[in-house]
């Protein structure tokens, strides 16, 4: 299974960025998923997961300015964020189960990992 993520950038402080990730090595993607991040000298974090279902969890530093969202027939798994903040900056990414049968938001143990994409918000 492979992770790929993309769209990251630089941006200022309010901006909106859409981040995507392509999941391939399964024929489909009806698990769940999630988005992580880490800033420099920080743990990484869980910033939003999806079941597939379409029931979502969020935490509650970015409730209200990202969405999660997936594309099934493209194996393809989103992340809009609105309102951008500096402590948003981090590198960001995307997590698959190592088992398909996790299905739910509510708990989503991340496996297979992509490489990660910058986003760098500026006030």
């Known amino acids: 299974v492979q992770v790929v993520e993309s769209g990251g950038g630089s941006v200022q402080g309010g901006g909106s960025l859409r981040l995507s990730c392509v999941v391939s090595g399964w024929t489909d993607i009806n698990y769940c998923m999630s988005w992580f991040r880490q800033a420099p000298g920080k743990e990484r974090e869980r910033v939003a997961t999806?079941?597939?279902?379409?029931?979502?969890s969020y935490a509650d530093s970015v409730k209200g300015r990202f969405t999660i969202s997936r594309d099934n027939a493209k194996n393809t798994l989103y992340l809009q964020m609105n309102n951008l903040r500096p402590e948003d900056t981090a590198m960001y990414y995307c997590?698959?189960?190592?088992?398909?049968?996790?299905?739910?938001?509510?708990?989503?143990?991340?496996?297979?990992w992509g490489q990660g994409t910058q986003v760098t918000v500026s006030s």
């Open positions: 997590a698959a189960p190592f088992q398909r049968r996790y299905s739910s938001a509510d708990y989503c143990p991340p496996g297979y």
């Open positions: 999806i079941g597939i279902d379409g029931s979502t």
